[in-house]
């Protein structure tokens, strides 16, 4: 496996496309997460099934949320994508969430070319019971371990997710 955070750009935020690698495939309860030392994808523990993930789960390359990983993205797709897999996708929104007191942002985003939707998905005003998951989800994912440490604080638009994206890439160029 490449190391993603060398061959890989975040994307054109600017147009809102951006490069995704999936580390957990809807539906999974298995918390796969990047290894940013090795290089290498790392199954860091399995969730119980009632708290498998919504929506795809991955990162975005070269980016630093404040929580010192690569800034997340949820991917919104009919099928599981596989771990490992990267894809260009297009913004449509922003969960800002706080794990544990620490900023934890999720931008959301679907395939910058979806013929199977006719590209229907232009914003989270299209997908408004899966916001209501995925932020149930978030709420209370950690409820078994540690209950009340995750909070979804609110939705953005296009427009402030990118302003997520630009502050993690200055984060990583930083860093």
Do not use: C
């Amino acid at each position: 496996m490449a190391d993603f955070n060398k061959i890989l750009t975040p994307g054109n935020v600017d147009e809102g496309v951006l490069n995704v690698v999936i580390e957990i495939p809807a539906g999974s309860s298995h918390k796969i997460e990047w290894n940013r030392e090795l290089a290498v994808m790392q199954l860091d523990r399995v969730e119980p099934a009632i708290f498998a993930k919504p929506t795809n789960y991955g990162f975005i390359p070269q980016t630093l949320d404040e929580d010192g990983d690569e800034l997340d993205a949820l991917v919104v797709t009919d099928e599981p994508l596989p771990t490992g897999v990267f894809l260009e996708a297009k913004i449509v929104g922003v969960m800002k969430f706080e794990d544990d007191g620490e900023v934890d942002d999720k931008i959301v985003v679907v395939p910058a070319d979806d013929r199977n939707t006719g590209n229907r998905i232009q914003s989270l005003e299209d997908i408004p019971q899966l916001v209501k998951q995925i932020e149930n989800h978030f709420n209370h994912y950690k409820d078994l371990k540690k209950p009340g440490t995750t909070v979804v604080k609110g939705w953005g638009g296009i427009d402030e997710a990118k302003a997520v994206v630009h502050e993690s890439i200055e984060r990583w160029n930083n860093k």
